[in-house]
């Protein structure tokens, strides 16, 4: 076997996904609901449309985002989309830190900061690579980024690596078990759980069929990788920290919830024991 072909391949393929993403995520995640909303600049008052929606459409992620505790705090946020949770991490009293593999969310951010005058803390860079020294952060906040790297693995590793002993980091991936991936894509899913709980056969290739619902741009193409795992799997791949916990979260108003509200769906027990999102909390 050539080890330095294969590595030379891996790399090349990196490469190659790193390319895509930066030009796919240029044009800002939520961009289609963005305009929905009436979104026409990027004037906090517009913005303010948007952040609305975001935080009253994810009433959780004030659960698993700990902005109280971020005042004088070192916050990395990773994958920055419309800077919604940059602005709210920096107006917490954070010193704020944002990564993006893009020039248009890396933009959106420091514009924020720019209008609430503060420091434009957001630089553009790989999280499979990141720009931070070792043992830089207090937090990492990256919600919706990592499993869209390409490498998960090298991602959380990075997380890892930047923190500061003690520090914590907050991580949102997308669930492989969800009700979503058993309904939807059951021989995926089912081929997913034989492989990692079972040992039997190999990881799925998730086509594209399986990424509906998912991440998509105004023109309905799907992100250029995506990863799906599960609990127990997220918290063998985080075996470096040393604590962990995972809850799941999110529902949409689909097949076989197609006949409830989205609303309504969030007060059952569904998104706990079958959710779309897996939210990690991890410390170092």
Known sequence: M???????EAAARQADIDERNAEYWSFLCGSQQARDLGV???SLASLKKFDDWYFASYPYLTRHIPFDAMRGQQVLEIGLGYGTVSQRIAEAGAIYHGLDISPGPVAMANDRMRQIGLREGAVRGSA?????ADGAMDMVITIGCLHHTG?????????????KPGGRAVVMVYNALSYRRWHQHT????TYFRWWY????????WNLSALAGYDTNINGETAPATAFVSIDHLRHMCGAFSAFSATLENISQEPPYASQTREDLLQTAIPETSGLDLYATLMK
Request: no cysteine; glycine share 4%.
């Open 2 to 8: 050539n080890f330095a072909a294969i590595a030379t």
């Open 198 to 205: 079972l040992g039997e056969g190999s990881p799925p290739a």
């Open 128 to 132: 499979l690579d990141s720009p931070f």
């Open 187 to 190: 021989v995926e899913t089912n």
């Open 151 to 163: 490498d998960l693995q090298r991602a959380l590793d990075e997380v890892w690596r930047v923190l």
């Open 40 to 42: 026409t600049d990027s």
